[in-house]
Nanobody, 131 residues
């Protein structure tokens, strides 16, 4: 059984940084080909947004335009961890952040918009950025 547990959220002032962590278990059950882990966020009253994703080998990544140059996704496969380093945070980054995993078929950009193929989700960690 795959489980994803996020941590690292909190409150920070604009311009500050946070690092989110996602601890994954049960991934050995999943075919690693086309396997991606991603971060999504959802603010109250807004649609879910795919923020960043990383392919299992680490060779490919995806970033939403809204976070390019500010957020960095990374992974430690030996520890089954995925991280989201968030720098230069803005109030509009305030949201619940979710870690997700799945085998992606087709453009990852489409999967990040729809959430399709992401079969496993964590419970989320809250990020609040004040101005």
């Amino acid at each position: 059984q795959v489980q994803l547990v996020e941590s690292g959220g909190g409150s920070v002032q604009a311009g500050g940084s946070l690092r989110l962590s996602c601890a994954a278990s049960g991934l050995t059950l999943i075919n690693p080909i086309n396997f991606w882990m991603g971060w999504f966020r959802q603010a109250p009253g807004k649609e879910r947004e795919g923020v960043a994703a990383i392919e299992n080998s680490g060779d490919s990544t995806y970033y939403a335009d809204s976070v390019k140059g500010r957020f960095t996704i990374s992974q430690d496969n030996a520890k089954n961890m995925v991280y989201l380093q968030m720098d230069s945070l803005k109030p509009e980054d305030t949201a619940m952040y979710y870690c997700a995993a799945g085998r992606i078929f087709g453009p990852v950009s489409n999967a990040m918009i729809s959430g399709r193929f992401y079969n496993y989700w964590g419970q989320g960690t809250q990020v609040a950025v004040s101005s």
